[in-house]
């Protein structure tokens, strides 16, 4: 045991110098993730975009069209620009200069006055998913209030009661709980699960080429000879010092969200780290497994990169799994974030506790199998450098 601990000093030894000497290991990691986690909190920190241009053509002039205009100006997430004239709002549009556009047509007072149902068109840029989703809830909602607004001042002309009045305006009130995000926080919404997913892409691509450098440097068999030929030991000693890194990153991760930052946390910001801590861990033997099948440096670290951003998009915080294609969803289990999310739901929206998140940990626990499936293909190319190397 005294000579294994030994070796094991001597192997780690080495790899602290690589790390040293390669400066690349701290800053795609260290610096990395500190540069997103500071850049998506610092970009979302106001929640929801505001102030969005959209376009107003007030070809009606008329007091409930300048009602309609001054309202949407009022709202959190609009900003009106006027225009006279229908074809410059449209080509503003097309080139990004605005969200969207209203057209109030001529005598809309009028009509609305009549109770003909006047058309209000409106045109929207769904090319920009967030600003236009927001544009179009925006206006939406200004012309029922509108809508509203104007039957109310119908209704008490006639003398009805303000009781039978709102009991027509709107007969079913809505009593809505946001469960987890209460503000409709964008950065809520995409960091609790885009940060971990960023530290993913770190671990799998840098033990990808921690492991794989040395074979494409040939220095594999000088690794063994310090391991006393214990493919095991080499191993174990090489990315012992990598998972210090990536777990202090990991949990450090945690508190800057739930602590620091404060963050929605309906449970234990310690169950967070053993969920944080388990997604590490299943990352690093997925890249484990990806070197070990595919032992070319530049190969691997395509697969690794590529299997990295499709984990974020199967994550399913995006676009629930349910709504993929039948052929898909399946496809969802083979990536760790996935089984990170739906522990992070579980502990952090709902805080149900260990007895609903914990098979979701025992789904991350069995990716730590996955490296037996390739590890003899690595310790031969260790020991041949039978593969290329670029």
């Known amino acids: ?37 500071f850049f998506y909190t610092t970009f979302l920190r106001d929640g929801l975009p505001h102030d969005m241009p959209i376009g107003v053509v007030d070809m009606d002039h008329s007091s409930t069209s300048r009602n309609f205009a001054s309202q ?11 225009y006279d ?10 080139r990004g200069r605005i969200m969207g556009y209203v057209v109030i047509p001529e005598h809309f007072n009028a009509e609305v006055q009549a109770q003909h149902r006047p058309t209000l068109p409106f045109y929207i840029n769904s090319l920009y998913f967030v600003g236009g989703a927001l544009a179009y809830k925006d206006i939406m ?16 002309m006639k003398g009805t009661n303000e009781r039978e009045i709102m009991g027509r305006i709107q007969p079913i009130v809505l009593d809505q709980h946001q469960i987890g995000n209460t503000t409709t926080n964008y950065g809520i919404y995409l960091n609790n699960v885009l940060l971990p997913g960023v530290l993913e892409m770190i671990v799998i691509l840098l033990i990808i080429y921690a492991v794989g450098q040395e074979l494409k440097y040939g220095t594999s068999k000088h690794l063994l000879k310090m391991a006393r030929g214990s493919m095991e030991t080499a191993m174990f000693g090489k990315l012992l010092p990598y998972m210090v ?22 449970g234990s910001i310690w169950n967070m780290c053993v969920g944080i801590t388990a997604l590490v861990l299943a990352s690093a033997a997925v890249a484990l497994l990806i070197i070990s099948m595919v032992p070319t440096l530049r190969l691997a670290i395509s697969v690794g990169a590529i299997y990295s951003i499709l984990g974020i998009t199967m994550a399913g915080f995006t676009l629930p799994v349910d709504g993929m ?4 969803r399946p496809l969802a289990a083979i990536f760790p974030l996935r089984h990170y999310y739906l522990f ?8 149900a506790g260990f007895a609903a998140w914990w098979p979701y940990l025992v789904y991350l626990l069995l990716f730590l199998f ?5 590890f003899r293909r690595l310790r031969h190319a260790y020991e041949y450098l039978d593969y290329p190397r670029n």
């Open 344 to 351: 992070y739901v579980q502990e952090g929206i709902y805080g």
């Open 1 to 37: 045991m005294k000579r294994f601990f030994k070796t094991l000093g001597l192997v780690v030894l080495r790899e602290l110098k690589i790390i040293r000497i390669r400066p690349i290991f701290l800053l795609a990691s260290v610096v990395v993730l500190a540069f997103n986690a």
């Open 85 to 94: 004239d229908h074809r410059v709002a449209q080509s503003d549009m097309q």
């Open 245 to 266: 890194i990536f777990l202090a990153l990991g949990l450090s991760l945690v508190f800057f969200l739930y602590h620091w930052m404060h963050y929605p946390l309906s």
């Open 325 to 328: 294609p039948e052929l898909i």
């Open 141 to 156: 909602q200004m012309t029922i209030l509108t809508g509203g607004a104007v039957e109310r001042q119908i209704l008490r």
């Open 370 to 374: 996955l490296p037996a499936l390739g």
């Open 72 to 82: 949407l100006d009022a709202t959190q997430l609009g900003r009106v620009i006027h």
